[in-house]
């Protein structure tokens, strides 16, 4: 916990980023390098990996770790990934049918599939719905699966709204999709969110998850979250500019509030893609966060200003927004970690001690 607050980390990953992974290339590389300097380089010198160290198989036990043994997170949703540019598509999902096995009271995952796929993929979100007993479905916009680069649309009614019915049918109450940050040198087309209004519309029952939200898009990505209550931004990618620049992390989430204002920040959730990036400085810089106030005194959004941010806003973002959005029960989870191997750990130990990161 943080100040008491729970903490949920609304994305994590093991990736499988060694070269053996890599099954079309150059694009593989290019990704891996584009994670790495996204997310690895600009953090402090304890948590620096050289690439040697984070450029290979990372096993769900070092996420585990990370997560619950060297910071205060207590709860972490597990999102497997279909990029086709790697032979297991990047996570694979036997890693988060391993984790929700093995450590049940702490993960729930999400499913994930390419929707360029087809009724094979629908068949494969069935299967992993039956496997993982997954909180939602996680979607990126660009396949692979062919051997060369295809987007795809979240507004194409005969390609991708049959996965929205199928989550529908399945009761699952969010639909995350990765924008803003694209996978190299690939068309942006499919990246952008202007594609998010006629699937919120059409599935109002549906929450719609945009995970780096914020990054890119600033400003339709405002509109969104101010025309649409079921569209949310899951703070990855926003985390990492917070850990390494807090003026523009507060410069774009102001940007996000400038339609919806501060109720906007309701449907905010925090998200660091550990082991992407380690944890516990985001978390650290985001204890400390605070709006400038010569930014909050130009800011405002068009119908009401924003406040400064406030220990309840801060809790929500934490862990109380997704409990709401996913629908799930703080009290039960925060019941459902007490006790077990990781609840008392010293979470000030040296950043990745608990992980193979030492010892290569």
Avoid at 73 to 82: G, M, Q, R, S, Y
Avoid at 128 to 151: A, D, F, M, N, R
Avoid at 349 to 354: D, K, L, M, R
Wanted: some cysteine; aromatic content about 12%.
């Amino acid at each position: 916990m943080l100040n008491g607050n729970f903490v949920i980390d609304a994305v994590a990953h093991a990736y499988n980023v060694d070269p053996s992974n890599y099954a079309v290339q150059p694009t593989a590389t290019a990704i891996t390098q584009m994670v790495y300097a996204v997310a690895g380089l600009n953090v402090p010198p304890d948590y620096a990996v050289p690439p040697r160290k984070w450029i290979r198989d990372w096993g769900v036990d070092e996420v585990a770790g990370i997560l619950f043994r060297e910071s205060v997170t207590d709860f972490a949703v597990f999102h497997p990934t279909p990029i086709g540019a790697y032979h297991d598509g990047m996570t694979s999902v036997e890693k988060a049918a391993e984790i929700v096995r093995r450590w049940p009271s702490r993960f729930l995952s999400y499913a994930t599939v390419d929707p360029l796929g087809g009724q094979a993929a629908l068949e494969e979100f069935d299967r992993q719905v039956e496997l993982l007993s997954p909180i939602g479905l996680k979607l990126y916009p660009s396949s692979w699966t062919k051997g060369y680069h295809e987007g795809w649309r979240m507004s194409d009614p005969e390609l991708v709204f049959p996965f929205f019915e199928r989550a529908r049918q399945h009761g699952l109450p969010t639909v995350a999709i990765h924008k803003a940050i694209p996978f190299g040198d690939v068309p942006m087309e499919s990246y952008k969110v202007d594609d998010l209004d006629a699937a919120a519309a059409a599935f109002p029952d549906l929450n719609f998850e945009i995970v780096h939200g914020g990054v890119a898009f600033i400003e339709e990505t405002a509109w969104l979250l101010g025309r649409f209550p079921n569209v949310w931004v899951n703070l990855e990618g926003l985390s990492f500019i917070l850990g390494a620049n807090p003026r523009t992390f507060a410069s774009l989430v102001l940007g996000l509030c400038a339609v919806g204002g501060p109720l906007v920040l309701d449907r905010m959730v925090w998200g660091t893609g550990a082991m992407a990036a380690h944890p516990r400085p985001l978390l650290d810089a985001f204890d400390r966060f605070q709006f400038p106030e010569d930014l909050l005194a130009n800011s405002g959004s068009l119908f009401s200003s924003v406040p400064q941010i406030s220990a309840e806003t801060k809790a929500g973002i934490l862990g109380l927004n997704y409990a709401r959005m996913a629908g799930l029960d703080l009290d039960k989870l925060a019941a459902g970690t007490a006790g077990d191997e990781f609840s008392g750990a010293d979470t000030t130990v040296p950043a990745y001690s608990t992980t193979k990161v030492a010892s290569l």
